[in-house]
């Protein structure tokens, strides 16, 4: 029974508005047990049913599941290179509210002292209901949930002091975009999905059938950081040559002999912005380092597709053909007669905080029912 209400809950989540009787057949269950499992939940305060509109077959008329207004919420919470965002996510990934603000690579510990601001009046509106929380950040995670994130030279950061309850999910930014992208984006139903996407430096992650490769620490999926660049740049990681430092606004100022730049997000988006000729020959540069890498990744596993976030997706947007020129070039003739597209991420900016939302779901479903 209860995992049976569990997997009802994963149905309601997955397909917001799903109806009882799809639901009864996605869970592979007779309709008298689907209401004995609803009514359940409904007791739990956990779903709520609303009439569905007449759908014109026969049959008794069925009703839809939707969140319980009293029901639980998760926090996901996204910090990236320049910024921080608290949303409140009710059952089936709906934003209920939202908090953010800037932080212009600041220390570790303001950052947390904002998040702990907005999370605080969150819990003053939701209370109760308010019951785990995911959190996207730009850099590696490790199993205790240590953030490292040399870019912004945040070191063994503690995760745990953003969210003092019990149920916290933390990962990658590009890792949770890819896990967003293959549950509500341009990646559902790949068999091996690659998501990719530049901020400052790169990111990506492999999505097999479903899952993302975290790795053995947590750190799996770390392209920028694969030597695809100019072995003469050093990367803030130590080593030298890394790809990410041939994709992001790092590499357009330094194409453009500016000094590095505080905000590479921003930057770079101003530049790929820009018209001027100077400009373009520096995002036409860029752009072929992208789509060089793309093809050894491709070469090296294989995907359905590959998704871009990020600054990729202006890129891609701007300069398609640069990127597609070395794509090809780059690819083995198994690949070449028909490469994986590669197409910009749905869930764009959004996608690490809507896989930050659904790590924290996936950890709280079963702790409900
Ligand atoms: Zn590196």
Not at 1 to 29: N, Q
Request: aromatic share 4%; glycine share 12%.
């Amino acid at each position: 029974m209860t995992t049976r209400s569990t997997e009802l809950l994963r149905v309601a989540h997955a397909r917001p508005g799903v109806t009882r009787a799809d639901a009864a057949r996605l869970l592979g269950v007779g309709t008298g047990a689907a209401t004995e499992i609803v009514s359940r939940l409904a007791q739990l305060s956990l779903i709520a049913e609303q009439p569905a509109a007449p759908s014109g077959t026969r049959g008794r008329p069925t009703t839809i599941l939707v969140p319980h207004p009293a029901g639980p919420l998760v926090l996901a919470c996204a910090i990236t290179h320049e910024a921080w965002r608290v949303d409140v996510v009710e059952l089936g990934g709906a934003i209920l509210a939202s908090s953010s603000g800037r932080h212009a690579s600041a220390a570790w510990a303001e950052v947390v002292a904002a998040v702990t601001v907005a999370v605080q009046r969150f819990q003053q509106t939701y209370g109760g209901r308010l019951r785990a929380m995911g959190v996207s950040v730009p850099g590696t995670v490790s199993p205790s949930l240590r953030l490292t994130a040399s870019n912004l030279d945040w070191h063994d950061a503690d995760l745990t002091a953003l969210w003092p309850g019990p149920v916290l999910a933390a990962g990658n930014d590009a890792t949770l975009a890819a896990t967003a992208e293959s549950h509500r984006g341009a990646a559902v139903g790949a068999t091996v999905a690659l998501h990719l996407r530049i901020e400052g430096g790169l990111g990506g992650a492999v999505v097999d059938h479903g899952r993302s490769l975290l790795g053995a620490r947590g750190a799996a999926g770390e392209f920028g950081h694969m030597p695809f660049g100019d072995p003469a740049i050093a990367c803030p990681c130590g080593a030298r040559g890394c790809w990410g430092t041939a994709v992001d606004g790092t590499a357009l100022a330094r194409l453009l002999n500016t000094p590095t730049p505080p905000d590479p997000v921003t930057y770079a988006r101003r530049v790929i912005a820009t018209a001027g000729r100077a400009e373009l020959e520096a995002v036409r540069i860029v752009a072929a380092a992208l789509g060089r890498g793309i093809a050894g990744l491709v070469n090296g596993l294989d995907p359905d597709l590959v998704t871009l976030g990020g600054i990729g997706v202006d890129l891609l947007t701007t300069v398609p053909e640069e990127i597609d020129k070395a794509y090809r070039a780059g690819l083995m003739p198994v690949h070449r007669a028909a490469p994986p597209p590669i197409l910009p991420a749905t869930l764009a900016d959004d996608g690490p905080i809507a896989g930050a939302a659904e790590e924290a779901w996936s950890r709280l479903l079963p702790e409900l029912a």
